[in-house]
């Protein structure tokens, strides 16, 4: 597959700035280490952001919506017109995103990426970047044209250098689409090469021959795809309209030095994406949490990202992101703010 999309260079994390975060982090009043996961995500930050102390004063999330062609195979537990209606309940604040958002302090984007009936709003907060009435079945056949996928990056990269220039530090993603942990576990066998039983979990919650049903559509599809791998080849195949945006869109946000906060499976499974057009684009990542679906923790494993929540999420819609914010800011806030051992005037390690 001939690469279409002109993919500017990703810059390395700032060396500088992690070794200045490094160094003060073992000043700290606290036993070396003693911040757990925190210590590395400040350190991280810092080389992201350029910055010793990070902030993170301006997050965004950005939910973007699709409808799935494969839902016609009867492999969710919800009709399709969920998608549209949750646009709706985003829109109208009432999600569980809407709450955490609020709660973060974080604003709110919904994209329209290809809902079915691509909806109508002049809402401050609402995008509309439609591919088109939702990806074909990928049971059957490829998801979408080349075109559309090129366009779905192309649209996400632009998207994220906006946010940039907006003067947004951090990309939380999140996404809304029935059907679409079925993409997210095809593109889970596809890159991280297993089997469809392993990666396919319940979803919005299909059940015993349902669910059976649902690993043979994984199976075929992924077996339809065989080689097929290279550049945009999986998202064309397989993919979404939401998630060939969202996987731009960690694509741009790097570019920018911009931090982006995955949360749940099918998200995750747009930084496989991201990965396989830009490797470096996944050392601004970081991964909110680990849920429920089997393929999640595959994922993150195949991108080297630890979770830093567990809390049996399955939700979607960036809801595991948002709730993750607050700890990224707490992160930067102990590095910046917490006393050394000098200016406190407390005695180090026995040597
Ligand atoms: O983020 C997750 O890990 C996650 C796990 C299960 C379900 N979801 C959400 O549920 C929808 C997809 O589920 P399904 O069963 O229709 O494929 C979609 O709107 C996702 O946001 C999300
Ligand atoms: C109600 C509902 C809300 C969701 N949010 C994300 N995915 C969802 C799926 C359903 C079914």
Known sequence: ??????????????QAAIAQAQQRQNQLTKPQGALGQLEALSIQLAGIRQQCPP?????????????????ESGVSAY???VTAQMVANFLA???AVSVLARHAGAELLIV??????????SAPNFRSEWLGAGTKNLAIEPVMSQAQ????????????????????DLIALGEMGI????????????????????VTGHGTGVQSEQYQHKIAVVAQAVARVGENIDGLGPLIEVGGFEIGILAGIIVGAAQR???ILLDGFITTAAALVAQALAPQAIEYCIAAHCGAEPGHRIALQQLGLRPLLQLDLRLGEGSGAALAIPLLQAACKILGEMATFASAQVDTANS
């Open 149 to 168: 996928a090129q366009s779905a990056l192309a649209r996400g990269i632009a998207l994220a250098h906006e946010l940039a220039d907006a003067g947004h």
């Open 179 to 198: 059907g679409n942990t079925t993409a997210a576990a095809c593109l889970t066998a596809i890159y991280c090469q297993q089997a469809a039983a392993t």
């Open 55 to 71: 902030t993170i004063q301006k997050p965004i999330i950005i939910v973007a919506a699709a409808d799935h062609g494969v839902t």
């Open 1 to 14: 597959m001939e690469q279409v999309v002109n993919i500017e260079p990703i810059a390395p994390l700032d």
């Open 93 to 95: 604040g009432g999600a």
């Open 79 to 81: 009709p399709s017109s």
């Open 257 to 259: 030095r911009v931090a």
């Open 112 to 121: 329209d990426a290809g809902v079915q009936t691509a909806i109508s709003s």
